[in-house]
C-alpha cells in the first residue's frame, strides 16, 4: 500500500505560478512511475506529466515548456512547477503511483487531490 498527499494548490491569476507536492508514503518497491494527472468539472482524467524511478520525465503537450516535474527521492516527494498558468489549467490535480507486482499485474494508488483554480 502507498499512500499519497497532495498539496499546494490554490488560487493563482493567469500567468502566476504554483507548486505542487506530493509527499509518498515508503515503500521497497524499485521500480515505477509516478504522475500528475487533472480533471476539470465535466471533463475525464488526464495525463499531465509522469517521471519514472529512474528519472525520466514525459509531459502532455499542454504542460509542455511550463510545467516541470520532479522527485526528491530524500523526502520521497514529487512536485509538480507549473508556471505561466493559464485558466483552462483550473482542475483538481491528482498523484499517481504506478508500479507492476510480481506477477506483473499493474497497480496504481491515488491521492485525494488538490484544487487548482486560475482565475483573476
Known amino acids: 500500500q502507498v499512500q499519497l498527499v497532495e498539496s499546494g494548490g490554490g488560487l493563482v491569476q493567469p500567468g502566476g505560478s504554483l507548486r505542487l507536492s506530493c509527499a509518498a508514503s515508503r515503500t521497497t518497491i524499485i521500480i515505477y512511475t509516478m504522475g500528475w494527472y487533472r480533471q476539470a468539472p465535466g471533463k475525464q482524467r488526464e495525463l499531465v506529466a509522469t517521471?519514472?524511478?529512474?528519472?525520466?520525465?514525459n509531459y502532455a503537450d499542454s504542460a509542455k515548456g511550463r510545467f516541470t516535474i520532479s522527485r526528491d527521492y530524500v523526502k520521497n516527494t514529487m512536485y509538480l512547477q507549473m508556471n505561466s498558468l493559464k485558466r483552462e489549467a483550473t482542475a483538481v490535480y491528482y498523484c499517481?503511483?504506478?508500479?507492476?507486482?510480481?506477477?506483473?499485474?499493474?497497480?496504481?494508488?491515488w491521492g485525494q487531490g488538490t484544487q487548482v483554480t486560475v482565475s483573476s
Open positions: 499517481n503511483f504506478r508500479y507492476s507486482d510480481s506477477l506483473r499485474v499493474a497497480r496504481e494508488y
Open positions: 517521471i519514472t524511478s529512474g528519472g525520466s520525465t
